[in-house]
């Protein structure tokens, strides 16, 4: 009964290719914040390439999941934030997509088929400008990167109040 809901923060991409970072350069920030503010219990922060099977690994039997990834859009608007809520039954459209060959919707689906997504699942998808080879944020995504962890960590209180308050 006193057991803390297990809620997962995940950072997908390759943080050697510019704006596919954006997932990694999120979950460290946060880490690096826990260090001053502590992250609630039960919270774990991971790093994954987009990799189906690790992605469902990491979020299997988290209360909630959080997911940060790249995002490939026509038109592009770099540093756009899409919020994307995930039920069991669909996977929310967006026009963004993963800027992975296997994008986060693969592993949603083959989530939700073999009973394996978290009780809630939330995506931040971030609109890049530059997937090419090296280091670093371009400008207008690293610019989302701090009100991205003001949003991430809305989302786990948001859960915790209404997971305090039971079902409805």
Same mark, same amino acid.
């Given at each position: 009964? @006193? ?9 997908? !991409?390759?943080?050697?290719? =510019?704006?596919? @970072? ?19 219990? !039960? ?13 469902? !690994? ?11 990834? $790249? ?7 770099? @540093? ?24 986060? @919707? ?27 080879? !090296? ?14 962890? $003001? ?6 209180? =948001?859960?915790?109040?209404? =997971? ?5």
């Amino acid at each position: 009964m @006193g057991r803390h809901p297990r809620i997962t923060v995940i950072g997908v !991409g390759n943080e050697f290719r =510019r704006d596919d @970072g954006v997932g990694w350069a999120v979950a460290a920030r946060l880490l690096e914040r826990a260090g001053s503010r502590a992250l609630p219990a !039960g919270t774990v922060v991971a790093t994954c390439d987009g990799d189906p099977a690790r992605l469902i !690994g990491l979020w299997e039997g988290a209360d909630l999941a959080v997911v940060v990834d $790249a995002a490939h859009a026509e038109p592009a608007h770099p @540093g756009l934030v899409h919020r994307i809520e995930v039920d069991a039954e669909r996977l929310a459209q967006s026009p963004a997509t993963s800027s992975h060959g296997l994008g986060l @919707g693969e592993a949603v689906e083959l989530a939700r088929v073999l009973g394996r997504l978290p009780g809630h699942l939330v995506v931040y998808a971030v609109e890049g400008a530059d997937t090419s080879a !090296g280091a670093g944020l371009t400008p207008a995504v690293e610019g989302v990167v701090q009100p991205l962890l $003001a949003s991430i960590q809305d989302e786990i209180a =948001r859960h915790r109040v209404a =997971r305090a308050r039971g079902p409805s």
